[in-house]
């Protein structure tokens, strides 16, 4: 009968021994993987996140934002505040002052050359090898171009958005371009950040820059859910910067 409760006894700590070890393994699993999301998105704790929202091209009003970059910033938004960073949330040309500066936070900025003349601004400062057409000469067949490569847009049907992360002269302050031809694939390219920053991690390293293009496939059929990468393009995207 002793040997019974003995042998009880024992079994019953090692299986407290054993959960114990599971959950502190599991729990410094996520403690890592949460603190290797931080650095790549540079999002700590009460850090400062700035997302800049394009202006909505059709809207009557100056600071109108497109439902559809209201959800991109909704998605990045969320991914900031899991990281415990403090949000900020400013629209193309609401303030004369933050429009001159860059890289006092991480900036996560949303929208084409037209909608969002900041973003016309770090294409060619910080990705000197990518370019879009401006909507006034060109109209629906917007055109994304990375080095000798050309995306023209074909509404409903296929539609691009380059998605890069950059370096700034801030350590740990990347900045992260969303430059989408239509809101859809603003949309389409905040959510594949959110979802495949791992991939993105262990292709380009927690601090390495990257540049992709994206294909939002029939978004008249299936709005942002059917993504694929067209290229990565990070080689030539950065030509000329060291």
């Known amino acids: 009968m002793v040997s019974s409760v003995d042998d009880l006894t024992i079994n019953l700590l090692a299986s407290v021994i054993a959960g114990t070890a599971v959950w502190l393994f599991q729990r410094l699993r996520r403690r890592r993987r949460d603190e290797r999301r931080k650095r790549f998105f540079g999002l700590s704790e009460r850090a400062e996140c700035v997302i800049v929202a394009p202006k909505h091209a059709s809207a009557p009003t100056a600071h109108s934002v497109n439902r559809l970059d209201v959800a991109a910033i909704v998605e990045i938004a969320t991914l900031a505040r899991e990281c415990g960073a403090d949000v900020a949330l400013k629209v193309q040309g609401q303030d004369v002052v933050f429009d001159t500066g860059f890289d006092a936070a991480t900036e996560f900025c949303i929208g084409g050359p037209d909608g969002n003349t900041r973003m016309g601004a770090h294409l060619a400062t910080f990705v000197p090898g990518a370019s879009m057409d401006r909507y006034e000469d060109v109209g629906d067949k917007l055109t994304l171009r990375v080095g000798d490569e050309s995306f023209p847009r074909e509404p409903g049907e296929s539609e691009f958005v380059l998605l890069a992360k950059v370096d700034t002269a801030r350590p740990g302050r990347p900045m992260f371009l969303v430059c989408g ?13 959110a979802t495949h920053y791992r991939a993105l991690a262990k292709r380009h390293g927690l601090d390495g820059r990257f540049c992709l293009i994206l294909e939002v496939v029939r978004p008249d059929a299936y709005g942002h859910r059917v993504v694929r990468e067209r290229g990565d393009y990070t080689a030539v995207a950065f030509a000329g910067r060291s």
Do not use: E, K, W
């Open 181 to 193: 031809q239509t809101a859809i694939t603003n949309r389409a390219a905040a959510r594949y950040l």
